[in-house]
């Protein structure tokens, strides 16, 4: 069982930045593929990242086309957290971001078995 804790969510004004991050406990932390997802009200959940493991200490990242050189994902397996770098955030980019852990890649939500319980992210001036 993975337990996974969102921090760093909050109000941040347009062309700011925020870092999120997802703390994880359980299983082994440096094989799961780690994602974020967001969900604004009215809208249905949907993929914003993914740090994905191939094998060893190979990881690569996945970005959604419009999160593409706006936002960073990194992780740090001595630490078990991923984070989420967001810059120059814009308010479409407010909703409640959540972390996801899955065994093998994928943009799709059903495809992550473990869930964070999430972290509002306000952008507005």
């Known amino acids: 069982q993975v337990e996974l804790v969102e921090s760093g969510g909050g109000l941040v004004p347009p062309g700011g930045s925020l870092r999120l991050s997802c703390a994880a406990s359980?299983?082994?932390?440096?094989?799961?593929?780690m994602g974020w997802f967001r969900q604004a009200p009215g809208k249905e959940r949907e993929f914003v990242a993914a740090?994905?493991?191939?094998?060893?200490?190979?990881?690569?990242?996945d970005y959604a086309d419009s999160m593409k050189g706006r936002f960073t994902i990194s992780r740090d397996n001595a630490k078990n957290t991923v984070y989420l770098q967001l810059n120059s955030p814009q308010p479409e980019d407010t909703a409640v971001y959540y972390c996801?852990?899955?065994?093998?890649?994928?943009?799709?939500?059903?495809?992550?078995?473990?869930w964070g319980q999430g972290t509002q992210v306000t952008v507005s001036s």
């Open positions: 996801a852990a899955a065994r093998s890649p994928g943009r799709t939500w059903s495809q992550y078995e473990y």
């Open positions: 359980g299983g082994t932390f440096s094989r799961y593929t």
């Open positions: 740090t994905i493991w191939r094998r060893g200490w190979i990881y690569d990242a």
